[in-house]
């Protein structure tokens, strides 16, 4: 879009936006991801200690 | 459109896996370092820099690196473990902390630019809870040998529906490891794919 120029070019800045607001939601998603995984590494682990 | 030469490219040749050094031992078994095994390794010297960098014992009043790592890496991990695991657990925190550090650098630094992310591979996700699922079998029948097979039957359920609890049980039971590597491979990739076709609008 920013390739076409005129009005176009302009209204390339919204994807631009976008693109920023969904990258600050990936690095919260690559964190939390992080978190789970090890959230049921460790419940797993519990289950290995003792018997309900 | 001005512009003829403009690079067309597919989505999904930010996860191509590319062997960078040739490495075959015994015929077949290959061992090549991929871009993917590069990426690992800087993951895990990334870790090792923040730790040397306060490697002198820490002080009460935290430095800034120190207070880095104590606070976004120390102390979600050791509620976790502490909460969930139990004070006899402690010894499995080493194993847990570094799982949590290793993925969290993997996945921020997978987000910068022209950068590979290994776990949006189920091979690497989903063989890290394969392999965390086993160990934990083991660890588990080592300890209270055929006694474990009784995890199978919630508490508190009459003994008539306990053929049918028990197969649904044992089926969930090995569900979990598959869920758990595809839940983190799931997430990065998609997360990816969406911001390189977004970007691509512009």
Known sequence: MLLMGGGIAIASIFPLFIVFFITILEIAVAMIQAFVFCLLTSLFLSEAFELH | ?202
């Open chain 2, 1 to 202: 459109m001005s512009n003829d030469t403009i690079l067309i490219h597919s989505y999904f040749d930010q996860f191509e896996i590319t062997r960078l050094v040739d490495l075959y031992l015994f015929g077949n078994l290959d061992l090549s370092i991929t871009n993917s095994t590069v990426f690992m390794l800087i993951a895990c010297f990334t870790f090792a820099f923040f730790y040397f960098l306060n490697s002198d014992n820490g002080t009460v009043v935290p430095t800034r690196y120190q207070s880095l790592i104590e606070m976004v890496i120390y102390e979600p991990v050791h509620s976790m473990v502490k909460d969930n695991v139990g004070p006899e657990g402690m010894r499995y925190f080493p194993f847990l902390l570094s799982l949590f550090a290793f993925l969290l650098i993997i996945n921020l630094i997978g987000i910068i630019p022209y950068t590979f992310a290994p776990t949006s591979h189920g091979a690497m996700s989903f063989g890290l809870s394969i392999s965390i699922f086993i160990g934990c079998n083991i660890m588990a029948f080592s300890k209270f040998k055929l006694d474990y097979i009784a995890h199978f039957f919630p508490a508190g359920i009459p003994m008539a529906m306990a053929p049918a609890l028990v197969g649904i049980e044992i089926i969930s039971n090995f569900i979990r490891p598959i869920s758990l590597g595809l839940r983190l491979a799931a997430n990065i990739s998609a997360g990816h794919l969406l911001l390189t076709i977004l970007s691509s609008f512009i």
